[in-house]
């Protein structure tokens, strides 16, 4: 196949639309990603994608929009948690209490739950330009903050006493952070699903600090490593008639390895010549 | 008489709702050098977090006569997240005032601040170095630099001896005496044999406070155990206190 031959998916629009939400994706996931990777609270985030399968069960019953729910549920359990419960117990209760809802919510509506799949697996190819205009506008707003506010996040990530001795408000950055992360988080379902979405969020990341350990550093870099592997995916899935939210993180994981792979090799290298 | 920097008075704190302290009083003067000692659990750190106003007073009060002090503070090393990816450069500018903490980048002043904070203490070729590739010595040095950066009244150090070699224990103790000249130090510390030639006072923490106005804790306990550093300590448990190497 030659690279005109491969290109021509391109005049589909539907596919221009993946193309667009894979690349809004990864920018916004590299962003967050970086900050949940940092502050090794991936399974919260596993929290919070589980936990919002029962929002979109509910959205569905009642009729609203299924990402709507997802939020809701989403962001209740990023800030929620805690009390006189163990964090990592109180997030275990809410990831299953969410799934066993959605469960039933779609149970008990009529009829057949064809959207089911589509929010497990994700459907890139069928992403609209509504929700391109929501991922694009959500990135831009996450973007923005993670300029304007970049030393206080960073430093309350790293040393959230230290920070609040500073005179930095802790609480208010820590739930602002936790709202941004379960918005991000419910927006990427819609691009690789329920139970792959946490792998863009990590992925890039682990590749970027192949690299560097550098917080400002590691964002740009995973969101290159990101659009890579999610456009590869997808490339890959339209042409091997696979499905696209799988593909990308096979993708991503592969590219992964590889990296990993030349990284050590040069360095065994290096050290040998040196 | 020197007006106090703080009192505490007759203050009860812990975790949760569980007090780890109780009655705890002291008076902290301004240049004091105090050596706050105890056994693993006896509530030395919750003191000083107390103070740093992290937790909350089940009970008593805290006051700063003449405003609270500029504080600078390092955590015990446990504390920190060595992995969290954060350079020694981004570590010692959290130090800084933060009046103008949403401008996304320093003002040239601040930068020059750290950069001639790093020179000084040899952080200089480690700038850009995350704190996971540091030695134990230098990651403390770049946290007592974070420490110091907004020029403190008030300098609290929590264990600041774990992880590093005698060299830059003997450099740790030079520089506290120097910066003891303009500035109130509380060090924290296990064990009282490295840290009681440096300190001025030593205040004993186990459960509550006791207050020792000199760094010999007792002479004729020393006699007995014909010991040439003051290494004691004392509390419910019986201690042992092994004689120091000659050599170094």
């Known amino acids: 196949m030659t690279m005109s031959e491969l290109l021509t998916i391109l005049d589909y629009q539907f596919f221009r639309h993946a193309l667009a939400a894979a690349l809004l994706t990864s920018v916004l996931a590299a962003m967050v990603g970086t900050y949940i990777v940092s502050r090794k609270i991936v399974f919260i985030g596993g929290g919070i994608t589980h936990a919002s399968f029962g929002g979109i069960g509910l959205a569905y019953y009642m009729g609203l929009n299924p990402i709507m729910g997802a939020a809701v549920f989403g962001i209740m359990t990023a800030l929620g948690g805690g009390g006189n419960i163990r964090e990592d117990s109180a997030i275990a209760i809410l990831w299953s209490l969410g799934m066993a809802l959605g469960i039933i919510f779609v149970f008990m509506t009529p009829g057949y739950a064809p959207n089911l799949m589509s929010f497990l697996f994700g459907s890139i190819l069928s992403v609209g330009k509504t929700d391109l205009y929501t991922l694009a506008g959500f990135s831009l707003l996450t973007l923005f903050i993670f300029t304007v506010f970049f030393r206080p996040i960073l430093y309350t990530a790293f040393d959230p006493e230290f920070a609040k001795i500073k005179g930095i408000p802790v609480g208010t950055y820590r739930y602002m952070m936790s709202v941004i992360m379960a918005l991000a988080i419910v927006l990427s379902i819609r691009t690789v699903g329920i139970i792959l979405v946490l792998s863009i969020f990590t992925i890039p990341q682990i590749t970027a600090m192949l690299f560097t350990r550098n917080f400002a550093l590691i964002i740009p870099l995973a969101a290159l490593w990101g659009i890579t592997g999610s456009v590869a995916g997808l490339f890959a899935a339209y042409y091997m008639n696979i499905p696209s939210g799988a593909s990308i993180i096979f993708f991503l994981t592969i590219q992964l390895m590889v990296v990993k792979l030349i990284v050590t090799l040069q360095r065994q290298v290096q050290r040998r010549s040196g | ?248």
């Open chain 2, 1 to 248: 008489m020197k007006k106090p920097l703080l009192i505490l008075d007759n203050i009860r704190t812990g975790y949760n709702s569980d007090p780890v302290l109780r009655d705890v009083s002291l008076e902290v003067y301004p240049l004091d050098f105090i050596g706050v000692i105890g056994p693993n659990g006896g509530g030395k750190t919750t003191l000083i977090k107390a103070i740093l106003g992290l937790l909350p007073l089940f009970s008593g009060h805290i006051h700063f006569p003449s405003g609270r002090p500029k504080t600078g503070y390092l955590p015990q090393a446990s504390q920190i997240d060595r992995s969290f990816p954060i350079t020694v450069k981004e570590v010692i500018s959290s130090g800084l005032e933060t009046s103008d903490k949403f401008l996304p980048f320093l003002s040239s002043a601040k930068k020059e601040k750290v950069r001639k904070m790093m020179d000084e203490t040899g952080l200089g070729s480690l700038s850009s170095r995350p704190i996971g590739e540091l030695s134990g010595g230098q990651l403390q040095k770049t946290f007592l630099c974070r420490a110091l950066i907004d020029e403190p009244d008030l300098l609290i150090l929590d264990e600041p001896n774990t992880h590093v070699d005698k060299h830059f224990e003997q450099e740790l103790h030079e520089w506290l005496k120097e910066l003891n000249k303009n500035m109130t130090i509380l060090l924290v510390s296990h064990d009282i044999g490295t840290i009681s030639p440096m300190v001025k006072t030593i205040a004993c923490v186990n459960r509550t406070l006791h207050y020792h106005p000199s760094n010999q804790l007792s002479e004729e306990v020393l006699k007995v155990y014909n010991c040439p550093v003051d290494l004691i300590a004392h509390g419910p448990v019986p201690h042992r206190v092994l004689k120091s190497h000659d050599h170094e």
